[in-house]
């Protein structure tokens, strides 16, 4: 599917973090000498009295757009707080915009005396760099003999509201949010196949960074600083780029400002805004990365194909919905689109508004298909097609564990699109294969996509089928008190190395982060009966934990006890319950799930996400 979303999402984009020149504003402020521009009197820069690590710089010149040049890059708030790790001494330069142009003054050093090692434990620091003291190589995930040795290809395209919570915590967010992940061997032509250099992430005694862009000779190689925003997923480099071709070298303004989209110890994907090419639209151009220790160990071979994620009961929940006979439909809204081989929607399209005029669709063409049904009776396997016209075919079909249906004695085939350019249609086997299951708050089916493999491209062509009379039934509303929270700060993995995988929300003795940036209010953790905590896990079957296990809360209030425990079996949504109360401060607040870690192949592909906690 060559079709790149991306014309005409929003407007240029402001700010240019990441450049030498700041944003343009009205230069009525009047001239100022560099030699005013002198510390306690144009501005100060005053250490934390509690903590040396902690720097706050405040501009006085009042009228004026400051300018800063200091260790983690550049900024124009009147106000700006560094945190800065590494023992050392740096510069800090004040300037300002005046209506003869920029002034700066002189640069001011301030030392650091101690490594403060809070700074840097966020486990996003040590997956990107290695950890304090040590450095961390990485390469384009494509080489000069058109090897993609991650299997995802150098280059992906995502929309401007797509971050780290879409693409790595799987959530559907408002405003500009797609994606289009081409597989390189079909679509080599977006990128030309080099040895592109390398990227070096090192924390010592400071956080640097070193690229040799081998492709891009008017860069050569850029010696930098980087900082990370681990509450945002950002990455802010200073005085370097990362790697990318050179072909698009001039449409990014700013290659230091950059979003972490993913990040495991051997896979890193980075975007950066294309906001400067005269031929494209707007977009996020996402660059695939892959370590140099995986890159070393990689040894070639055929890899097997990624298979679409169904959840456990999925044959048997599409089978039978009230009664074993069941009449599918074409939805009105999202008739079809484009999946990965996992099953993975490659378009992020809610209601027929949603899509691009190039796919030809559009809100009223579903009068066109209205008359289309699929009656399957899972009992007999007999099956009775109704063409739009209302023409009716019976025949009979067969369902196999690898979501295959096969049919026999009718074909469905009839245009989706007025142009006909789009077709409900099987393979040449007369198949369709089960790609997604879709269900409500409750557990009830409300939705499958079945596909057809395309003849060359590792993609389904897929089409969303929704059964007739069935109405999704919404979650149930909360009878307790919602604990507010913030998912992001939630730690997971296997924290004590005991085979467990753990979902940590405070701890006050571990070594992770819950206890200096927690995600909840300790001191709001108040229950009298119980406690609920609703998470979800994607990734856990295809990594490997395949069998059944137990989740339980574990709890210190007062003293260390267990909540119940709930089996969890691949992946889905599970309730944890706590029977119990609490009015003590606590100390420690996690799940863990008993074995469940061994199993997991690679726990950085996997993802959990902390839904609701609720308080009885």
């Not at 934390?48 to 706050?56: E, H, L, M, R, S």
Request: charged share 20%.
């Amino acid at each position: 599917m060559n079709k790149l979303l991306k014309t005409g999402m929003l407007a240029v984009l402001a700010g240019l973090l990441g450049s030498c020149t700041p944003d343009e504003y009205s230069l009525g402020a009047p001239n100022v000498a560099p030699a005013e521009l002198v510390q306690g009197i144009a501005f100060t820069v005053t250490h934390d009295p509690d903590n040396q690590n902690i720097v706050y710089l405040e501009s006085k010149m009042q009228g004026y757009t400051p300018l800063w040049n200091h260790p983690q890059g550049r900024s124009q708030e009147p106000k700006v707080t560094l945190k800065i790790a590494f023992a050392g001494t740096y510069d800090i330069t004040f300037g300002v915009q005046t209506r003869g142009g920029i002034v700066y003054g002189e640069p001011v050093q301030i030392t650091i005396d101690n490594f403060n090692a809070d700074f840097v434990s966020d486990p996003l620091w040590t997956m990107l760099a290695g950890g304090a003291g040590e450095e961390k190589t990485w390469y384009l995930d494509l080489d000069v003999s058109a090897v993609s040795r991650g299997g995802a290809g150098p280059l992906f395209f995502y929309g401007l509201d797509d971050s780290w919570e879409t693409v790595t915590e799987g959530k559907t967010v408002e405003g500009d949010s797609w994606n289009w992940c081409p597989d390189y061997a079909a679509n080599s032509w977006l990128f030309g196949a080099a040895d592109f250099g390398t990227m070096t992430f090192d924390m010592k005694d400071g956080a640097h960074i070193k690229v040799e862009h081998l492709t891009i000779s008017a860069r050569g190689t850029e010696n930098g600083t980087f900082l990370i925003d681990v509450d945002d997923h950002t990455l802010k480099l200073v005085d370097a780029a990362p790697l990318h071709d050179v072909n698009r070298d001039a449409v990014v303004t700013a290659w230091g400002d950059i979003r972490i989209l993913s990040l495991t110890a051997d896979y890193l994907q980075l975007g950066v805004v294309r906001d400067n090419d005269p031929a494209e639209g707007l977009c996020l151009l996402v660059y695939n990365f892959i370590s140099k220790d995986y890159k070393d160990n990689w040894t070639p071979g055929e890899a097997a194909e990624p298979e679409p994620s169904l959840p456990d009961g999925w044959k048997d929940n599409i089978s039978t919905i009230v009664q074993t006979s069941i009449k599918w439909e074409l939805s009105p809204e999202t008739p079809f689109n484009w999946a990965t081989l996992d099953g993975t929607l490659m378009n992020n399209w809610s209601t027929a508004a949603d899509y691009p005029g190039w796919s030809g669709f559009a809100a009223g063409m579903e009068a066109g298909y209205a008359g289309f049904s699929l009656t399957l009776n899972s009992t007999n396997g007999d099956a009775e097609y109704v063409a739009p016209d209302g023409s009716t075919t019976t025949g009979s079909y067969t369902l196999d564990d690898d979501g295959y249906y096969t049919f026999t004695g009718f074909t469905p085939l009839f245009n989706i699109t007025t142009s006909g350019n789009i077709k409900l249609e099987t393979s040449t086997d007369n198949q369709w294969r089960v790609t997604k299951v879709e269900k409500d708050g409750a557990g009830n089916v409300t939705g499958m996509w079945v596909g057809v493999r395309h003849a060359t491209n590792p993609e389904y062509m897929v089409y969303h089928l929704i059964p007739s009379g069935v109405v999704a039934v919404p979650p149930t509303p909360p009878t307790g008190t919602l604990l507010a929270f913030d998912p992001g700060k939630v730690y997971v993995g296997d924290l004590e190395g005991n085979g467990n995988l753990r979902i940590e929300i405070y701890n006050e003795y571990g070594d992770g982060t819950t206890k200096t940036a927690s995600p909840i209010d300790v001191t709001a953790v108040n229950f009298t009966t119980k406690m609920e905590v609703t998470f979800t896990l994607a990734g856990i079957t295809s990594e490997g934990a395949t069998g059944t296990y137990d989740a339980k809360i574990g709890f210190i209030g007062g003293g260390w006890t267990q909540g119940t425990a709930t089996s969890i079996s691949g992946d889905g949504t599970y309730t944890v319950t706590f029977d119990g109360s609490n009015s003590a401060t606590i100390n420690v607040f996690v799940i863990d799930i008993a074995g469940m870690a061994n199993d997991i192949t690679t726990i950085g592909n996997v993802t959990v996400t902390v839904d609701q906690i609720e308080l009885f």
